[in-house]
């Protein structure tokens, strides 16, 4: 009994012993730091996942505006909400929208990406701060026989002025602060508070 007591003893030492040394080698140790891996490498191993994905609507939740990917009418549109008009249009290769900026004044942005895919679909515009704005105009991708195929503002009947919060221009509509952490992966917000500035970046907006 004592031999066995020993014995029982001196191998919950060493198992602490290993332990503890063991904890200390894997500290001491420089790892790499963690990668993003990507949507094509995990497609790699879970394809059924991935081909699924890429049929879907949520493969389109966030793209460059382009031809191929802007679904509202941008052929010199009209909407009215209030006292605003904006008008929806085309330059060279460009979407356009001319509506009211901060200051209740009418102004012309540039589309930089296209917002959701289906039943709606937003606008982003980029500002030179790197701030991305959400338009409170989005169009209603819908067949037109389900109500659908035409602008509408996801404020109905509520008079959001330039001056109030829900405005497009203000911080419940930023992309940075508001929408990108769910709806992008590998992100960066990199927000500076000091200069107030945004240079957001992420590697996919697909979500």
Not at 116 to 131: S, W
Request: glycine residues 8%.
């Amino acid at each position: 009994m004592r031999r066995s007591h020993i014995f029982l003893l001196l191998t919950l030492a060493f198992v602490a012993v290993a332990s503890v040394v063991g904890q200390k080698y894997f500290r001491s140790r420089s790892l790499p730091p963690a990668e993003f891996a990507g949507t094509e490498v995990c497609g790699s191993c879970h394809q059924q996942e991935y081909e699924r994905w890429s049929a879907s609507h949520h493969r389109h939740a966030m793209e460059a505006a382009s031809p191929g990917t802007v679904r509202g009418d941008f052929r010199d549109a009209q909407f009215r909400y209030g006292k605003v008009v904006s008008r929806f249009f085309t330059r060279d290769d460009g979407f356009y929208v001319t509506t009211d900026n901060s200051r209740g004044e009418p102004e012309t942005f540039r589309i930089a990406y296209t917002f959701g895919y289906f039943p709606l679909q937003q606008y982003l515009v980029q500002f030179p701060d790197g701030r991305m704005q959400a338009l409170s105009i989005a169009w209603d991708a819908r067949p037109a026989q389900e109500g659908g195929q035409k602008w509408f503002h996801l404020y109905p009947g509520a008079a959001v002025s330039h001056d109030d919060a829900l405005h497009w221009t203000g911080a419940f509509q930023n992309w940075n602060s508001r929408c990108a952490s769910c709806h992008s992966t590998g992100l960066v917000k990199g927000y500076d508070r000091a200069s107030n500035r945004y240079q957001t970046q992420w590697r996919g907006g697909n979500v």
